[in-house]
């Protein structure tokens, strides 16, 4: 028999599929025919999901052509063949498979508080099913004498366990079940429930997809690499992360989707990334001048640290080469950041340049400008300061010297980014606390400058170095990884109100040693004046315990004036009060090096990232510093773990870390590279160990053939095309 070529089969499939009715049943085969085209299809014509099932799936979850079904993937497997007994029930983590019988069954309570009660017994004891739905449904299905497996995860009431609402099924049917040994299940929506796509439903549209998958199916990475990397082929990836054999075969599959997705991204960012620095021109700062070298030798009054002194080497490169600086310097609080920005920043005016310094707050930026001053008072350098509080006088004054360049210096707030403020000759802008400057802010910026001002980002939320280099796409990075000698590592412990009197006591015992006190409450702007309360009863209660004259307390919050706020920051700062109670607004930068304890009242509700800034206000002095972390006695398990991090560790990048695995990538750094963070499958906080290596064969594979022209390139080149349309796509979206 002759064998039909590609032309005819498709022309036979034509055929039949006129000949005979159009039934999708047939246009499937026809599809499948076509190969590649088969995964091109509209989902409508995937058996078992009619126009109607079509249309959920894709308003739910944009799923329009069967690759878009194939690549929605599960959220977890369950092992049908492992069974837990009723005995080893433990806690409320994790889902249990159970197998044995219902031995009693009973309806309680009534109308809107009415369950379905039954108990479960295995051979090595009971637990108790509930539904508080569906119960006229489910109770005359349920039957004595036959043995049933169910799976649900367990809670505990009143010291006994119960499962609440779990799946049930008869053991004789379990052996029909169809996908395998393993369970995918997939999330679902209630739309999606009513159309009986719930993730049984799903499931099985799924699997009858991939019986119809073609033998062959397009890879989307090069042999190669796919050999050195020892990945499962693109099809059978799929097919596992659906249907796996073992899991280790579910692991191989997601591993590779997930390096894939990986690899692509860093290309796009590599790309990007070579892109700007081809093309800006920078203002060139040629001279280690005058005042810089002056500053360094007589008034720096401390040896910079080794990281220091890299992270200096490595911007005096940026702004000599030419092109336009973009960096973010990284390191924990109290690495000592501000000074490596006023050296590069000197840079910039002995090279007859102006800079700026933005910080994210007033009293932050009122800091840095006395620091400043204080600093530079024996060299020719003229600091202004500008926030919103600045009057119209002196705003007009600080205008003036801004264009006639008698100012070298302007720190501020965002009041620096208004258009009135132009500079005759901006060469450098130093960016404090980043995470709440957006990148149009920075921008803003740009059109100050006959050329784009060199940019210098300071955080202090470090970040590991791969995932840093994945979220600031287009900055270059520099870290201080290494603390000023001499520094005491603070020592933080839990403490619960029943303690009060304890902590209060301890308070001042170190008043009494002549240091100061920090009281911190948390402020959430949607409940406000609740916070407001909160400081409020803290305060009285505290002046109760520390009562004048023998103890003066200052307080600041965000109800004050900023005359107010400034005048009780300044006595703290002055050692003239021994407390300090407030709000958040002294999270970011203030320094009070006598301050040697910090005492956060109701941590359960900061971010991790938070807490770690408030505890690096104390620590900055010669003494033994203490934090001590207040909270209710019911914490949820997310905040046990951020109280638990900080009392174990100081190291600021083990708790971004801690605070990416619990709250994303997306929450921490916003919503600007939020299209770029939409990923399927990788996770940038739990993946960095594949980040690295995908991010490592995107730089071989880019220096080896930048716009991926040689033939064996040739899938990269179209993943890449097809990456970045993605990618364009979700930022329409955002
Ligand atoms: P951060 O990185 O949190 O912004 P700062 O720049 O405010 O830290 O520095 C914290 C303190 O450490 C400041 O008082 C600063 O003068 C001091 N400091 C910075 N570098 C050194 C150093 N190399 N040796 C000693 N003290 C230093
Ligand atoms: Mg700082």
């Known amino acids: 028999m002759r064998c039909l070529t590609g032309a005819e089969v498709s022309l036979y499939a034509v055929e039949r599929c006129l000949s005979r009715s159009r039934k999708q049943h047939e246009f499937f085969i026809f599809a499948s025919i076509m190969n590649q085209s088969f995964l091109d299809t509209p989902i409508e014509y995937v058996k078992g999901l009619g126009p109607a099932r079509a249309e959920v799936l894709k308003s739910e979850l944009g799923i329009f052509k069967v690759m878009d079904l194939l690549e929605y993937f599960p959220f977890r497997h369950i092992d049908r063949t492992v069974f837990h007994r009723v005995a080893d029930i433990d806690n409320e983590g994790m889902s249990v498979q159970l197998k044995g019988h219902i031995i009693r069954m009973q309806e309680l309570g009534s109308g809107r508080a009415s369950r379905l009660s039954a108990t479960f017994q295995d051979e090595s004891g009971q637990i108790e099913l509930l539904w508080f739905k569906g119960i006229k449904w489910i109770k005359p299905k349920i039957k004595a004498g036959v043995t049933y497996v169910i799976y649900g995860k367990p809670s505990e009431y009143k010291g006994t366990w119960n499962i609440a609402h779990p799946d049930l099924e008869l053991e004789s049917k379990m052996a029909k079940l169809e996908g395998g040994r393993f369970q995918a299940v997939y999330s679902s929506s209630e739309k999606l429930g009513k159309k009986g796509l719930n993730s049984a439903g799903i499931a099985k549209v799924i699997r009858n997809a991939l019986t119809q998958l073609p033998p062959q199916m397009a890879e989307t990475l ?29 692991v191989r599959a997601l591993n590779r989707l997930k390096f894939e997705e990986l690899f692509f991204l860093q290309l796009i960012l590599l790309r990007q990334k070579l892109v700007s620095t081809k093309r800006t021109v920078g203002a060139r700062f040629s ?85 400043f001053q204080k600093m530079l008072e024996e060299l020719p350098v003229k600091v202004a300061l500008l926030t919103g509080s600045v009057k119209t006088a002196e705003r007009r004054r600080i205008h003036e010297g801004l264009e006639s360049g008698e100012i070298n210096i302007l720190i501020g707030t965002h009041a620096l980014i208004e258009p009135k403020v132009k ?17 149009a802010q920075r921008a803003k910026l740009w059109a100050k400058a006959q050329l784009p001002p060199h940019v210098l980002v300071m955080t202090a939320t470090p970040i590991p170095r791969t995932l840093a280099m994945t979220m600031y796409g287009d900055l270059d990075i520099s870290v201080i990884d290494e603390l000023p000698p001499g520094r005491k590592a603070i020592k933080t412990v ?131 510093s203490y934090c001590i972390l207040m909270s209710g006695l019911k914490l949820s398990s997310d905040a046990r773990t951020r109280i638990k991090t900080m009392c174990e560790t100081n190291d600021g990048f083990k708790i971004s870390e801690v605070d990416l695995e619990l709250r994303g990538p997306g929450d921490i750094m916003g919503t600007q590279q939020s299209g770029l963070m939409n ?56």
């Open 494 to 624: 839990h403490r619960t109100d029943a303690h009060r009197l304890s902590v209060f006591a301890f308070l001042k015992e170190e008043i009494a040693k002549g240091r100061q006190v920090y009281v911190v409450y948390p402020l959430i702007e949607e409940s406000q004046s609740m916070d407001y309360k909160d400081l409020m009863d803290g305060y009285e209660s505290i002046s109760r315990s520390f009562p004048m004259p023998e103890y003066q307390i200052s307080i600041v919050h965000g109800k004050m004036k900023p005359e107010d706020k400034d005048y009780e920051m300044r006595r703290f700062a002055k050692g003239e009060t021994q407390l300090l109670v407030a709000t958040t607004v002294i999270e970011v930068g203030v320094n009070v090096p006598n301050a040697s304890v910090m005492v956060i009242e109701s941590t359960e509700r900061f971010g991790l990232s938070q807490l770690h800034q408030l505890r690096g206000r104390v620590g900055r002095g010669a003494e033994q």
């Open 287 to 371: 001279a280690v001048g005058e005042i810089f070298t002056t500053f360094y030798k007589n008034h720096l009054g401390f040896e910079l640290t080794g990281a220091q002194k890299r992270v200096v080497k490595e911007i005096r490169n940026d702004v000599n080469s030419g092109y336009h600086m973009n960096r973010l310097i990284q390191g924990d609080v109290g690495s000592g950041k501000t000074i490596v920005a006023l050296l590069a920043g000197l840079l910039a005016i002995d090279n007859g340049y102006q800079i700026c310094l933005m910080a994210p707050t007033e009293i932050l930026a009122q800091q840095h400008y006395e620091g």
């Open 423 to 439: 500079f005759k000759c901006l060469g450098m802008a130093i960016i404090d606390e980043q995470h709440r400057f957006g990148v």
């Open 679 to 734: 990923l399927k499958v990788a996770n940038l906080a739990t993946d960095q160990e594949i980040l690295s290596k995908a991010r490592k064969m995107a730089i071989v594979k880019m220096d080896e053939d930048p716009d991926f022209t040689l033939p064996q390139n040739e899938l990269i080149a179209l993943g890449l095309k097809k990456a970045l349309k993605q990618r364009k796509d979700w930022s329409k979206i955002s």
């Open 222 to 250: 090069p042999q190669d690499m796919i050999e050195e990397l020892n990945f499962p082929a693109r099809r059978a990836a799929i097919i596992n992360m659906h249907a796996p054999e073992s899991m280790e075969d579910y």
